[in-house]
Structure formats: C-alpha cells, structure tokens
RNA sequence: GUGGGUAUAGCGUAGCUGGUUAACGCGUCAGUUUGUGGCACUGAAGACCGAGAGUUCGAAUCUCUCUACCCACCCCA
C-alpha cells in the first residue's frame, strides 16, 4: 500500500479516473428515469441543524443516537447552540427545503430527486462506507396508493435499466399512527413473558421501538419473534385498503414482489408502505433500496399536514451489484486525435491545431512533455487516441500532413490550413459511423488527394 | 461498540520450518541506426518487506503492542 503523508479518512473512497465511468453511468440512469416519471432534481446543503434530524429520523434510531458527524456551533444562534450535522440520509434535508420554500403551495404532488453523499460514522464492512451516495426521490401531496406504486415502479426501473436480475422487492405496511399503536401493545403483551430471555437491546427495544423486535438477528430473540403477532392482521380499514390497492397497482405493472412482515425500516417517520429493494450479491449488506411513507414527517417538521412517501437508493450498493452481475457501465470517451511533432516550430504548430480542434469540441491532445516521436506515438496508443497526426519540417513546409487511423492503420493526406478542422470532423464522424463503413467510404474529395 | 482475517515496489503476487546485494508478472521510463503506436527484445527507475518494540550473532520470515484495510455482528443505503 502506497502511503500519503495523510491518507483517507476510515469508511471513505476515492473514485478514480479509471472508475469514474461507473458513476456518470449509474448517475445518467438514475437521472434519466427520475425525470421519465416527471421527477424534478433539487440540491440542498451537506449540512443541517441536528435538530432537523432528531425531529424526523427520530431520536431513539441508532442512526441519530450514535451515527451522526455533529459540531457544535454555539456561536450561530445569538449563544443558544444550534448545532449542525452532517446528513446522514436525505429525505429529512429534502422535505425541509419543500416546505422552506414554500413549494408544498405549488401544484401537488411535488415530485424531486437528488443525488447526494450521506455520512455515518459506522464501522464501514463491504457496502457500507462513512461516507456514502445516495439516490433519493420525495413525491408530497399525496395519500393515494398510485403514487406508493408509483415510486416503487421508479426504483424498479431504474434496476432495471442498470441491467439487475434478482433484486427482490419487499414490502410491508407498518399502519398509521392509530392502528400502529393497537399493534405495538400487542407485541409488548406478546413479548412480555419472553423478556427474560432475550436479548439487552431487545429490552431497550420493549421499551422504545417495540417494532424493532421483530428485526433482532439473534438466535433466540429471532425464535421467539416467529411466532410474534403480525401487523397487517392489526391494520385498520383504511390501511389495509390503501396496501390492497397498492399490491394491485404493483401486479397491473406486473412488479414482483413478497410481503414480508417483518420489515421495520430503521428510521421513524414511516406509516404505511415500506418497502426495500435487496441484492444476494453483495454481502450481507444487500439493501439497495429502501423507503416507503411518511404521512406524518410534513407536518412534523412544521410544513401543513401533507401526505408523503420517497426512498433512496444507494449508489455505491448498485454498483457493487452491477459489477457482481457483469452489467454494462458506459465506457468514457478517449482522445479524438493526437497530434505528435518534432521540433519547436511544429510543437507550435501542433499547440495551435488543437486550440481549433477543441473549439469544435474534438478531444485533442498533444505533447506536453517533450519526448521523442515514437514516444509520442505510443502515449498516442496508450490514451488510446482515435487518431494522430505527424508534424514535422516537412510537413509545414508542404501544408500538408498524415491522418492516421489508430484503429486501422489505415492513413490520409490531411491540409494543414483552415480547412485541417473541418476534414478532421469529417475523418471523424466517418469513424463513429463505423469501423467496417469507413473502410469503404470515399474521403478523397475532402481530403484533396 | 464486539468479533475474525489480512498487511512485501503503482497494481497483483513469490519468498517453506530465520542466514549474503528481497524475486516475478503487469505497469512506468529509456532504447532496439537516424520521422510513427499496438508485437518482440534490451535496459532503467521503483520496496528501509504497515508502524514500534523484543528474541537472536543474524528476521520480510519468531513474540508482543499499535495502526490501517477487509469481512461479519449491529444498523441501514
């Protein structure tokens, strides 16, 4: 391992130019679907007051209680301590800057999305890092069914375009306030009697989130948990109408999906639909989508009363299971041309030839470091430069100089006037056309020859 | 926060039970008769063997501590 005097912070990573193709492949996906469902991008700050966490994720969720990068900041608030904190997701940040801007007053629903980096401070395993990105949409406006299925169907495609094969779907409702509390004393009454037996956090969840003892892993918790009662058999009507319906929604789309009882997202503002997104292929992190409803956070977070849903998505998990699939990620564009020279006149020369190239938005480069001619060929070769050109005495003597197909070999007269652009995007658009196609297309009037 | 694993040049590795100048592939750079890439050949640069301490005549190879990374728990995207 190489060492810098400083090195990355735990849990973060660099992306380098080698793999930077797979994020402008996976952020292109994401965009392009988002906006195909009408979805608009918005962009808000890396940082927020802590306590617009605390209110909407909620303050009993490890995520609050011991994985957020806070700061004080005492000063902020004429000596009351506003405290800010990096977001660790991005629905909280979101629906603040809807209601800031006094967007839940334009025509509903409000559809957004954002691409955005997240942090906890957690110890980072595969798929889990301190700093990671996050796809997230927010539709606000209303309660209808349509717009659970909607979002799910969102996700759905853009796993899809991405090219995933068996990411299961999962949903679930978790009821609304009133039938959720019939539900959470029934759990207690069920649970009670086992307490001795299970585990400590699952008694801190007893007290605080008797949801989450649903989800506990160990052996025993888990056991008894199987038999624990189920939620959907404590929904109220109208929960349980708004889940039939959306189900129906999802198979008229024909979306797979199994309800799994047991799916408490982790974080508190949600009612009703829950749903998640997972991967077998990459570890034992395999979530890569998770989100569902939060009818109550608008209000809660002082917007008037407004039905919500969204989810995120995360970045680095699709692409994880993309490369674990062998999906196709968009391979970035190389050199259009490089134009070697030997001495100063035609370095100059070259200099201003790619000055005028790059005006037309041609991918031109030349040397920079002074080395020797087939040198620069072969650093033309290794940036895999579509095309060269030799400079030389010669060639500024006679005007004119060789086009040389990297690919083929095959090579060119080319004028080095005011004309050397224009046959150059000719040369070029040819290339695009196709490799075969250029073998037998007639460039000689272009190229004077 | 709790466990387990790993740690040798830019990358990937070899180096067995301790013994002279730490090896190989890829990559990088320079050449292979003077103005042309991809192949081949030649050569060069590049590692105080994660850090610190200890055992020993002698350690990359043994012991301890630390750190980082990886994986799992937990939690979530």
Same mark, same amino acid.
């Given at each position: 391992?190489?060492? !810098?005097?400083?090195?990355?912070?735990?849990?973060?990573k660099?992306?380098?130019?080698s793999q930077?193709?797979?994020?402008?492949?996976?952020?292109?996906?994401v965009?392009?679907?988002?906006? !195909?469902?009408?979805?608009?991008?918005?962009?808000?700050?890396t $940082? #927020?007051e802590?306590g617009? $966490?605390?209110?909407?994720?909620?303050?009993?969720?490890?995520?609050?209680?011991?994985?957020?990068?806070? &700061?004080s900041?005492?000063?902020?608030?004429?000596g009351?301590?506003?405290?800010?904190?990096?977001r660790?997701?991005?629905?909280?940040?979101?629906?603040?800057?809807?209601?800031? +801007?006094?967007l839940?007053?334009? !025509?509903?629903?409000?559809?957004?999305?954002?691409?955005?980096?997240?942090?906890?401070?957690? =110890?980072?395993?595969?798929?889990?890092?301190?700093?990671?990105?996050?796809?997230?949409?927010?539709?606000?406006?209303?309660?209808?069914p349509?717009?659970? !299925? #909607?979002?799910?169907?969102l996700?759905?495609?853009?796993?899809?375009?991405?090219?995933?094969?068996n990411?299961?779907?999962?949903?679930?409702?978790?009821?609304?306030?009133?039938?959720?509390?019939?539900? *959470?004393?029934a759990?207690?009454?069920? $649970? =009670?009697?086992h307490?001795?037996?299970?585990?400590?956090?699952?008694? +801190?969840?007893?007290? =605080? +989130?008797?949801? %989450?003892?649903?989800?506990?892993?160990?052996?025993?918790?888990?056991?008894?948990?199987k038999?624990?009662?189920?939620?959907?058999?404590?929904?109220?009507d109208?929960?349980?109408?708004?889940?039939e319906k959306?189900?129906?929604y999802?198979m008229?789309?024909?979306?797979?999906?199994?309800?799994?009882?047991?799916?408490?997202?982790?974080?508190?503002?949600?009612?009703k639909? &829950?749903?998640e $997104?997972?991967?077998?292929?990459i570890?034992?992190?395999?979530?890569?989508?998770?989100?569902?409803?939060?009818?109550?956070?608008?209000?809660?977070?002082?917007?008037?009363?407004?039905?919500?849903?969204?989810?995120?998505?995360?970045l680095?998990? /699709?692409?994880?299971?993309?490369?674990?699939?062998?999906?196709e990620?968009?391979e970035?564009?190389?050199?259009?041309?490089?134009?070697?020279?030997?001495?100063?006149?035609?370095?100059?020369?070259?200099?201003? /030839?790619? %000055?005028?190239? %790059?005006?037309?938005?041609?991918?031109?480069?030349?040397?920079?470091?002074?080395r020797?001619?087939r040198?620069?060929?072969?650093?033309a070769?290794?940036?895999n430069?579509?095309?060269?050109? &030799?400079?030389?005495d010669?060639?500024?003597?006679?005007?004119k100089?060789?086009? =040389?197909?990297? *690919?083929s070999?095959?090579?060119?007269?080319?004028?080095?006037?005011?004309?050397?652009?224009?046959?150059?995007?000719?040369?070029?658009?040819?290339?695009?056309?196709?490799?075969?196609?250029?073998?037998?297309l007639d /460039?000689?009037?272009?190229?004077?020859?």
């Amino acid at each position: 391992m190489a060492k !810098a005097i400083v090195q990355r912070p735990t849990g973060t990573k660099d992306v380098i130019p080698s793999q930077i193709h797979k994020w402008n492949t996976v952020e292109g996906i994401v965009k392009s679907q988002a906006e !195909a469902y009408g979805f608009k991008e918005i962009r808000i700050p890396t $940082f #927020e007051e802590t306590g617009l $966490f605390v209110r909407s994720v909620g303050d009993t969720t490890d995520v609050v209680q011991k994985e957020m990068y806070s &700061v004080s900041a005492t000063s902020d608030r004429n000596g009351v301590d506003a405290g800010y904190t990096l977001r660790p997701e991005g629905t909280a940040g979101s629906i603040r800057a809807l209601i800031e +801007n006094g967007l839940l007053n334009e !025509a509903l629903p409000q559809k957004i999305f954002y691409v955005l980096s997240c942090f906890r401070h957690e =110890k980072p395993q595969a798929g889990r890092l301190r700093e990671f990105h996050q796809f997230g949409v927010e539709m606000a406006g209303t309660q209808d069914p349509r717009a659970d !299925a #909607e979002v799910i169907s969102l996700a759905k495609s853009i796993l899809d375009t991405a090219g995933l094969r068996n990411i299961q779907l999962n949903i679930n409702s978790i009821g609304c306030p009133e039938c959720r509390a019939k539900y *959470q004393q029934a759990l207690r009454d069920y $649970f =009670k009697p086992h307490l001795g037996k299970m585990c400590d956090t699952c008694h +801190n969840r007893y007290e =605080k +989130n008797p949801l %989450r003892l649903l989800d506990c892993k160990s052996e025993i918790c888990s056991e008894i948990a199987k038999d624990a009662p189920v939620i959907l058999d404590y929904l109220c009507d109208d929960c349980r109408t708004h889940f039939e319906k959306l189900q129906n929604y999802l198979m008229a789309m024909d979306i797979e999906f199994s309800i799994n009882p047991k799916i408490v997202r982790g974080l508190d503002y949600y009612t009703k639909t &829950v749903f998640e $997104f997972i991967s077998n292929d990459i570890g034992s992190q395999g979530t890569v989508c998770g989100g569902g409803r939060y009818d109550g956070l608008i209000e809660q977070l002082g917007g008037k009363p407004t039905p919500a849903l969204g989810f995120g998505m995360g970045l680095e998990r /699709l692409i994880l299971t993309m490369e674990s699939q062998n999906a196709e990620f968009i391979e970035e564009e190389s050199c259009d041309i490089y134009i070697a020279s030997m001495g100063d006149d035609a370095a100059s020369k070259a200099m201003q /030839l790619c %000055r005028v190239l %790059r005006e037309d938005g041609v991918r031109a480069e030349c040397d920079v470091v002074g080395r020797g001619l087939r040198a620069q060929m072969k650093y033309a070769d290794k940036i895999n430069a579509k095309f060269s050109v &030799v400079l030389g005495d010669s060639e500024l003597e006679e005007g004119k100089a060789v086009l =040389k197909n990297m *690919q083929s070999g095959e090579q060119c007269d080319i004028p080095l006037d005011d004309r050397f652009g224009e046959v150059f995007n000719a040369m070029l658009i040819a290339y695009q056309l196709s490799g075969e196609e250029f073998e037998g297309l007639d /460039l000689s009037a272009l190229t004077g020859n």
